[in-house]
Each structure stands twice: as C-alpha cells, then as structure tokens.
C-alpha cells in the first residue's frame, strides 16, 4: 500500500499559450505542453528526483504524459496510463468524449509507458463535476491499495482535487 502520494497537475498547455492552436490542430481537445509548460514539467522532474518515488501514474492524455515524461526519465521509471485519472469528461468542455492517443500511439511516442498495464476505472461520457470527482477519488483509493511505495500521479485540475478528496 502506498502511504506517500505526490500529486501534480499537468504544466501550462499549448493551446492556452497559442490561442490559435485548435484551430489548426488535428486532435484540439488534447493539447500538449507550451514552453513554458515543457519548463514546468522539467522543474517538476528536478523536484522529486529526491522523493523516492516508485510509482508514476498518469492521465492518458497528452499534456499528462508530456509532463509525466520529464519525472520518469529523471528517475527511470515506467509511467503507467490510468483511463480514471482522465479529463473531466464535461459535456460543457466537450460535444463529444475526448478520447486521448491508443495506447500503442502514445507508447511508442514516450518509451516510458507500461503498454501491459489496465486502467482501474474507465470515466463515462458526460459526466457532472461530482461524478468526475468521485471517480477520481474512487481511482486513487484504488491505486493507493495496489502500489507498495511512494506514488506520483500526474493529472488534471478538477480530478487532481477529486483525488485528494478520495485519500481524506
């Protein structure tokens, strides 16, 4: 079991540094990091070297794995994709599910991903702030029982805070 959980959210995005990014993207709803946020990732990475950290769990969406990339080469460590951990899946924020990169795509991308692990809980499409606050939580206990040492999990603003809120 893991008694040490490190959470962080994912660095600034890209299409929040280029206001016109998602017009000329091919997948708008999964940006990843702008250069400010590549350097906040890279920080994050120099931060934890020191942590100790055996596990890195992360959202399987692209500004996750970019910023979950810099901590597991600093440490060298396997980044595990967890499908729980995701976006909110907000009929607000999206007319339809946001499905990030395959696996296989976004393995062969980041050399860091365990391609043989499975997500522990699979969000649903819509759903409410509490739903997407409760699967947060939910996969997090989850992930706390299955990992012995410290875990890192990089994800998003609102399942970041629904993760804490699941550990308390």
Known sequence: ???VVWIARHGHRQDYADLGWRKRAERPHDPGLSAAGIVEAQD???????ASIEHIVASP???TVVTAAHTA???NLPIQLEAGLGEH???KLFKHRPDPLPLDKMADRFPQITRHYHSQMLPTFPETDEEAIIRAG???QQLVKTCSGPLLIVTHELIGKGAVWGLV
């Open 138 to 140: 939910q996969t997090l």
């Open 44 to 50: 994050l990475a120099k931060r934890l070297t020191a």
């Open 73 to 75: 080469t600093a440490l």
């Open 89 to 91: 899946m907000s009929s």
């Open 61 to 63: 969406f692209l500004r």
């Open 1 to 3: 079991m893991a008694e």
